[in-house]
Nanobody
Framework: QVQLVESGGGSVQAGGSLRLSCEAS????????MGWFRQAPGKEREFVAS????????QYGDSVKGRTTIGRDNAKSTVYLQMNSLKPEDTAVYYC???????????WGQGTQVTVSS
């Protein structure tokens, strides 16, 4: 089992920045990828970004590319999501997720709210 705890959400004005954190605990040695997804009210869950545990490969969703950076600190079993130039359409609940070796995204955090006002 892997447990995930997100932090760093909040309210910000358009153009501002936020940094989300997700700390993993438990069987962290089984982690292959860590990532972020988001879900806005009435919309489907959307991929935001992911990074492999070694940190050599990262991917971004089209809607955040160029404004967002994902990073990790393996010593702290933590993944970060730095979001800049935030837009009102970035408003959503952001979820941290883990894919263990041989699995799809199989562990999820409880989510953290990000609200961007115009």
């Amino acid at each position: 089992q892997v447990q995930l705890v997100e932090s760093g959400g909040g309210s910000v004005q358009a153009g501002g920045s936020l940094r989300l954190s997700c700390e993993a605990s438990g069987r962290t040695f089984s982690i292959y990828y860590m990532g972020w997804f988001r879900q806005a009210p009435g919309k489907e869950r959307e991929f935001v970004a992911s990074i492999n545990w070694g940190g050599s490969t990262s991917q971004y969703g089209d809607s955040v590319k160029g404004r967002t950076t994902i990073g990790r600190d393996n010593a702290k079993s933590t993944v970060y999501l730095q979001m800049n130039s935030l837009k009102p359409e970035d408003t959503a609940v952001y979820y941290c997720a883990v894919a263990t070796y041989g699995s799809e995204w199989n562990y999820w955090g409880q989510g953290t709210q990000v609200t961007v006002s115009s």
